[in-house]
């Protein structure tokens, strides 16, 4: 029977991440994030009489949208006013990212992709 741990993560907006001097100044989304993970790990015996750790862990998040102005980690030029809605990313397996078969969505670890509405 394999290890599991159910995980509820909240992530707070924090740090700068609009009205920047420049798009790499910026640190955080400025939304907030809820995400549900599971983690799960198991042994397995290998036939030379190693031991192989096996994990598999799924997460799902959803993001509240941010308010934006001028130059931001989203991409937005200066005198930008609007709203950034943090989003799925399209379906592919990136390095560090997950999937949920249960409901099909992809979730990076490394990178967010986003739409941004102006005001």
């Known amino acids: 029977m394999p290890a599991l741990a159910l995980v509820i ?4 907006p924090t740090g700068r991440y609009q009205r920047l001097g420049r798009a790499s100044d910026g640190f955080g989304a400025g939304a ?5 993970s599971i983690y ?3 042994y397995l015996w290998m036939p030379n009489g190693r031991i192989l750790r096996v994990r598999l862990d799924l ?7 941010a308010g934006v102005h001028d130059v931001s980690v989203y991409g937005t030029s200066s005198g930008f006013r ?5 989003a799925i990313p399209s379906p592919r ?7 949920s078969p249960a409901t ?7 990178s967010i992709s986003t739409t941004t509405i102006p005001a």
């Open 40 to 42: 799960s790990q198991d």
């Open 104 to 110: 099909g969505c992809w979730r990076s670890m490394s």
């Open 32 to 36: 907030y994030t809820t995400a549900l």
């Open 93 to 99: 397996m990136l390095p560090g990212s997950t999937a």
């Open 9 to 12: 993560d909240e992530t707070l």
């Open 59 to 65: 997460t799902y998040a959803l993001s509240a949208s």
């Open 82 to 86: 609007g709203r950034a809605y943090p």
